[in-house]
């Protein structure tokens, strides 16, 4: 027969079980919740990643767009464009350079024509670009590398790239290089000896 004391020794174990089982019903709820953020910070990181493979894809896709790049690959020589469907041109990257600076002046051939066609399709999609990691769609680390041979160039001929930025009210894409300055080089390789992004698309 149980006496007062059992009674109340079984109360009091009660009670224990029932806090025990209160505080590990606590714990698991902080513990999914915790796997539940972190499984979630994960998908994010992927959707960002994949929307940056997105983007850097549509720039080597699209035909004047990816010519822009090619462009800044060669800017040691020159190569030939198919800039019609009748016409193919040698184009040195002196002429492009003299192209980009037509800003507000009626071209002089058809090569200046489509060297900025080439590049303002270019920077467009460099604009997107920015307007997507200011917005947290995407992170800059995942497209630095890609551009890092771009924006030492971009930066040997400043005034000629802000200039026609500035043209054609590119604000972004200039905020994108500039955020090249705050991180600094990575890499003193040229693009003749560093796979450049064209050269990697190809390869890949």
């Known amino acids: 027969m149980l006496t007062p004391q059992d009674i109340r020794e079984i ?22 919740l915790w796997v539940g953020r972190k499984q979630r910070e994960k998908e994010l990181v992927w959707k ?11 720039i080597h ?19 030939v464009y198919q800039i019609s469907t009748e016409t193919r041109l040698s184009i040195a990257y002196k002429e492009v350079l003299e192209a980009l ?3 507000g002046m009626p071209p002089q051939s058809d090569s200046d024509v489509y060297v900025r066609d080439c ?36 930066e040997k ?5 802000e200039e026609f930025l500035a043209f ?4 972004l894409a200039e905020q994108f290089f500039d955020r090249y300055k705050c991180h ?16 990697a698309a190809a390869g890949a």
């Open 11 to 32: 109360k009091d174990w009660t009670q224990l079980l029932g806090l025990f089982a209160v505080l590990l019903g606590l714990w698991k709820g902080v513990y999914e």
């Open 48 to 58: 960002q990643i994949n929307t940056a493979k997105e983007l850097l894809n549509d």
């Open 61 to 79: 896709t699209h035909d004047l767009a990816k010519n822009a790049v090619h462009m800044l690959d060669w800017c040691d020589g020159q190569a």
């Open 101 to 103: 600076q037509m800003n």
């Open 119 to 154: 590049f303002d399709w270019f920077f467009y999609r460099v604009d997107r670009i920015e307007h997507y990691i200011n917005r947290g769609l995407i992170d800059f680390q995942d497209v630095k590398s890609v551009f890092q041979p771009y924006a030492r160039e971009i």
């Open 157 to 161: 001929h400043k005034p000629i790239f």
């Open 168 to 171: 054609h009210e590119y604000r």
């Open 184 to 199: 600094g080089s990575e890499s003193t390789r040229t693009p003749s000896d560093a796979p450049s992004a064209t050269r």
